[in-house]
């Protein structure tokens, strides 16, 4: 778990190195009036308060961020082998951006809409292009791009609890599977497994938006009816996981120990 901090989180792992330095170095006597057991139990109240406002206020940011990517993103006029496709699968509010590369996906949080390139409008087949509508419209019902929000602001918070972070990974790849579900139904495993293998993953959807390429392994497997890939948290993670929460837990225990005494002196 730390080569994965130190290869995508390297702020995160410094922090929590830190942590980890001060608790150790810092052992304040338990606070005048308060037991032990209190002081952790208040130290737990104080760490949930204060990572619910995080992750309230990350979230924030990630969505602004979103949506001025997406009000940057150039739009294109509707191909008429898009404007077949939505008469088709009856997915209204399809957004055409410019772009050669195929890509696909569902962004926006109050209002999920689905984006779709000029080049993926014009190179995909009829019935391809109307499982990848279907996809992503099984996304916007689902309000996917606002749960995806909020697991990555949780993800970033709490940087200290790897399980947030393998959460989030679980859960993109549930709702992926989801929608691959509902366009199966709809057109058949043949067409949804022909218009996955025609995403090139470099299309320009922001980081929080449910892209039609994603979670390949576990769809192909679901597509060719295989079992799908167990995803259990390793080991690592779990004691990491338990690691930072105490840690981050006993430290704030320590800060208000120390402000508890200063006080009261």
Same mark, same amino acid.
């Given at each position: 778990m730390i080569v994965y901090l130190w290869r995508h989180n390297r702020i995160g792992l410094a922090a929590l190195a830190g942590l980890t330095g001060v608790r150790l170095v810092w052992h304040p006597s338990v606070s005048a009036g308060m037991t032990m057991a209190q002081c952790w139990l208040v130290s737990i109240a104080v760490v949930a308060g204060a990572s619910l406002l995080a992750v309230a206020a990350r979230a924030t940011w990630l969505g602004v961020a979103a949506a001025r990517s997406l009000a940057a993103l150039p739009r294109a006029a509707e191909p008429a082998g898009l404007e077949g496709a939505i008469r088709r699968s009856g997915v209204p509010g399809v957004v055409c951006l410019a772009?050669?590369? %195929? @890509?696909?996906?569902?962004?926006?949080?109050?209002? %999920?809409r689905l984006y779709l390139t000029a080049g993926a409008a014009e190179a995909i087949p009829a019935e391809e292009l109307d499982a990848i509508l279907v996809h992503e419209a099984a996304h916007a019902r689902r309000r996917d791009p606002l749960r995806r929000l909020m697991l990555r602001a949780a993800a970033d918070v709490l940087f200290f609890l790897p399980l947030a972070g393998w959460w989030f990974g679980r859960q993109s790849e549930r709702a992926e599977l989801s929608a691959d579900r509902a366009a199966i139904d709809r057109l058949g495993a043949k067409a949804v497994a022909r218009a996955l293998t025609? #995403?090139?993953?470099?299309?320009?959807?922001? @980081? !929080?938006? =449910?892209?039609?390429?994603?979670?390949?392994?576990?769809?192909?497997?679901?597509?060719?009816?295989?079992? /799908?890939?167990?995803?259990? %948290?390793?080991?690592?993670?779990?004691?990491?996981?338990? !690691?930072? /929460?105490?840690?981050?837990?006993? /430290? $704030? #225990?320590?800060?208000?120990?120390? $402000?508890?005494?200063?006080? !009261? =002196?």
């Open positions: 772009g050669a590369n %195929p @890509a696909a996906f569902c962004a926006g949080v109050l209002r %999920p025609r #995403m090139d993953g470099a299309g320009p959807a922001p @980081a !929080t938006a =449910a892209a039609f390429d994603g979670a390949a392994e576990a769809r192909i497997a679901q597509l060719l009816g295989d079992d /799908l890939p167990i995803r259990k %948290p390793s080991r690592a993670g779990v004691i990491f996981s338990l !690691t930072g /929460l105490v840690v981050v837990v006993s /430290l $704030v #225990m320590c800060i208000g120990q120390a $402000v508890w005494g200063a006080l !009261t =002196a």
